[in-house]
T-cell receptor
Framework: GAGVSQSPSNKVTEKGKDVELRCDPI?????LYWYRQRLGQGLEFLIY????????KSGLPSDRFSAERTGESVSTLTIQRTQQEDSAVYLC??????????????FGQGTRLTVV | TQLLEQSPQFLSIQEGENLTVYCNSS?????LQWYRQEPGEGPVLLVT?????EVKKLKRLTFQFGDARKDSSLHITAAQTGDTGLYLC???????FGAGTTVTVRA
């Protein structure tokens, strides 16, 4: 695709249910990032992938959060047993490579998750 | 973990005024990036600064990277309502972001 695509764009779920958020990066981008953004706040780093490997999982808030990536394509972020504090916009970004000084990250429009 | 602190957190100014936002860290960065995010959208890259002391200009926006590569500033001259948004700095090597500065330019 032309840009980073995230689905769904909006998700309302009941507390305690599991949710799966999807990110389709730009074709050819080896690096993929997930962030959480609460209302009116900055971006909280969750995890990044280099290819399908996730060298840094330190940002995942709890063991209810997990993420996978298939090759150098689609990634899914799964939140188990959702809590109201999980309500936020989840943003995905991709870049050609990770760690280069001039790497530009391209963001999707995010998935707005509301836990009721 | 390389932490980036941005200040101020909020800034509201009249159209035509100038503004400066800051990004500071105790860590040295190989490069810093500035992004702008508008409501309902993902952040979009404005600039990457790489060399200590570097100054880059993008129309009315001036970006500066500190000599020690630990801090950066963004200056907007004669702000316009279209400059309204959340301005974020990021360490490019890990793409870790500061909390951002919300800029509101009033007509």
């Amino acid at each position: 695709g032309a840009g980073v695509s995230q689905s769904p764009s909006n998700k309302v779920t009941e507390k305690g249910k599991d949710v799966e958020l999807r990110c389709d990066p730009i074709s050819g981008h080896t690096a993929l990032y997930w962030y959480r953004q609460r209302l009116g706040q900055g971006l909280e780093f969750l995890i990044y992938f280099q290819g399908n490997s996730a060298p840094d999982k330190s940002g995942l808030p709890s063991d209810r959060f997990s993420a996978e990536r298939t090759g150098e394509s689609v990634s899914t972020l799964t939140i188990q047993r959702t809590q109201q504090e999980d309500s936020a916009v989840y943003l995905c970004a991709s870049s050609l490579v990770w760690g280069r000084v001039n790497t530009e990250a391209f963001f999707g429009q995010g998935t707005r998750l509301t836990v009721v | 973990t390389q932490l980036l602190e941005q200040s101020p957190q909020f800034l509201s100014i009249q159209e035509g005024e100038n503004l400066t936002v800051y990004c500071n860290s105790s860590s040295v960065f190989s490069s810093l990036q500035w992004y702008r995010q508008e409501p309902g959208e993902g952040p979009v890259l404005l600039v990457t600064v790489v060399t200590g002391g570097e100054v880059k200009k993008l129309k009315r926006l001036t970006f500066q990277f500190g000599d020690a590569r630990k801090d950066s500033s963004l200056h907007i001259t004669a702000a316009q309502t279209g400059d309204t948004g959340l301005y974020l700095c990021a360490g490019a090597n890990k793409l870790s972001f500061g909390a951002g500065t919300t800029v509101t330019v009033r007509a």
